[in-house]
């Protein structure tokens, strides 16, 4: 298992910045990929960034590429999400999930486990 708990959603300005956290536990973290979601209430829950288990390989959605970051740190069993120059339509509920050892996806469902998320709210 690895069970995930996400921090370091609050208010934030437009055009400000936020850096999450994600801690998990187990010790098969470092071969997992893990992702980054959000929600927003009556959407699905949107891909945002994935890393690899070495954080040599990220990927990102479009929304959100060249403003926000992915990062891992795997002898801290954490995963980091750097978000810069947000903008009101971030506004969302942010998970982490982590994908089965081996598994490459930005699909939410192929995820296997997931945190409780921590809510990022950008006024305009």
């Known amino acids: 298992q690895v069970p995930l708990v996400e921090s370091g959603g609050r208010l934030v300005q437009a055009g400000g910045s936020l850096r999450l956290s994600c801690a998990a536990s187990?010790?098969?973290?470092?071969?997992?990929?893990m992702g980054w979601f959000r929600q927003v209430p009556g959407k699905e829950r949107e891909f945002v960034a994935r890393?690899?288990?070495?954080?040599?390989?990220?990927r990102y959605a479009d929304s959100v590429k060249g403003r926000f970051t992915i990062s891992r740190d795997n002898a801290k069993n954490t995963v980091y999400l750097q978000m810069d120059s947000l903008k009101p339509e971030d506004t969302a509920v942010y998970y982490c999930?982590?994908?089965?050892?081996?598994?490459?996806?930005?699909?939410?469902?192929?995820?296997?486990?997931w945190g409780q998320g921590t809510q990022v709210t950008v006024s305009s």
């Open positions: 999930a982590a994908a089965p050892p081996g598994r490459v996806t930005m699909i939410a469902h192929e995820y296997d486990y």
């Open positions: 187990g010790r098969f973290f470092s071969t997992c990929y």
């Open positions: 890393i690899s288990g070495s954080g040599g390989s990220t």
